[in-house]
């Protein structure tokens, strides 16, 4: 057993992790057309990757309402569960742990994407300077609807359904996905959310539709087998706060009461720059939370290895070098060299770019 903190187990609330070392949450879309169901490519793409302590799938959605591109795998009918089900036992028999992602685009979605071609829902009614892809280009994401007060309590429902899903499907445990400017995001923030009842307004307000996210996903699996991820300093998807240390700061006192596996961080720009606003700490918010600490975000071995070291986080994920390296855990631990990757096979497709990477030994054997 190595004697590098990164490589030895941990305990992510129920959850047994053989390391510290995590496949980041990835949206690939290649889900099935019709259904938006995983099928034998996602088996193999996730049992390869089944050497990880812990295995985030890409966001899944909670509903057809909760899309927002094309060819996203969901986690609400019986038939995206079968397909999940083959996936979690694949990983499984390999030893591997994983969680679903669960999500809520908001307004990042597109009409051609929603149900009877409707508006994509949010908060209020404000547009994000962004773009989705619809399966055959990428089109601006339009002006959402402003949720009604009482459409809220079913959203929540259908987080608290994906949760229940989730473990009909064998997962570990499921992330819920606060960041990069989705629906609880957009919620979080003033600059998406201007709402003027209960759910905007102060951090009070605008924290509690997290809070009923929580409740009710922890409440039908438990808290040990829920994580949550937010990135606090990242404009994706056209997100920003007046107060992001004060958000997240009450957001992470929320998350507290509840006692999950982990929390997850994007620190600085969701897969760009680690770059922080003026009066940003990570280590602050990492502080205040009391349980294990994921961080993500442009990470290598020397970083990774020192941030583990030193207690700044528990675990890592990685995201690209887990795309093209199926046996990441086995090349860092031997400081190996790594696969490229091929941003071109990022998203949509089908085997090519996806399960097709070689392992060291496949390269050695070739
Ligand atoms: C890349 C492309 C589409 C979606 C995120 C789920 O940023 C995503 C995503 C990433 O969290």
Redesign the pocket.
Known sequence: MSEVKLFTPLKAGAIPLKNRIVMA?L?RNRARAEDDTPYDIHVDYYSQRAGAGLIVTE?SQISPQGKG?AWTPGIYSDAQVEGWKKVTDAVHARGGRIVIQI?HVGRISHPVLQQNGEAPVAPSAIAANSRTFDGTGFVETPTPRALEIDEIPGIVEDYRKAAANAIRAGFDGVEI?A??G?LIDQFLRDSSNRRTDAYGGSIKNRTRFLNEVLEAVVSEIGADRTGIRFSPFSS?NDISDSDPMALFGHAIDIVNGYGLAYLHLVEGQ?GGPRDLPEGASLEALYDRFNGVRMGNNGYTREMAIEAVETGKVDLVAFGKLFISNPDLVERLEADAPMNEWDQSTF?GGGREGYTDYPTLEETKAA
């Open positions: 949450p949206t966001g591109y999500w996905h960041a990069n989705y994706a969701t998203y």
